[in-house]
Nanobody
Framework: QVHLVESGGGLVQPGGSLRLSCGDPGIIFSRYAMGWYRQAPGKQRELVATITSGGMTNYADSVKGRFTISRDNAKNTVYLQMSSLKPEDTAVYYC?????????WGQGTQVTVSS
């Protein structure tokens, strides 16, 4: 079946940068709206950024100006470039793909921002 896989998470210092990737060769990637969500311990999952099939983007207020979502349909991959990272960015980050009645989630990748 469809299997989204995230990569690029890890431990970084405050002010550092990290680039997350997510892809799945099993779907017609260009048809899907893609998104990144995150969930910290004890908190609800929240939207980080989305990008439509046409390339329109949307960001949570907390990450505007620091994060950039992009996609490469030829590689069936969506990216999240994270800069000026803060401790409050620490969370498990999840990749999402959505098209019509179809919706898929990745397994998540841990991002920890700490000294």
């Amino acid at each position: 079946q469809v299997h989204l896989v995230e990569s690029g998470g890890g431990l970084v210092q405050p002010g550092g940068s990290l680039r997350l990737s997510c892809g799945d060769p099993g779907i017609i990637f260009s048809r899907y709206a893609m998104g990144w969500y995150r969930q910290a311990p004890g908190k609800q999952r929240e939207l980080v950024a989305t990008i439509t099939s046409g390339g329109m983007t949307n960001y949570a207020d907390s990450v505007k100006g620091r994060f950039t979502i992009s996609r490469d349909n030829a590689k069936n991959t969506v990216y999240l470039q994270m800069s000026s990272l803060k401790p409050e960015d620490t969370a498990v980050y999840y990749c999402n793909a959505n098209f019509r009645t179809r919706e898929y989630w990745g397994q998540g990748t841990q991002v920890t921002v700490s000294s």
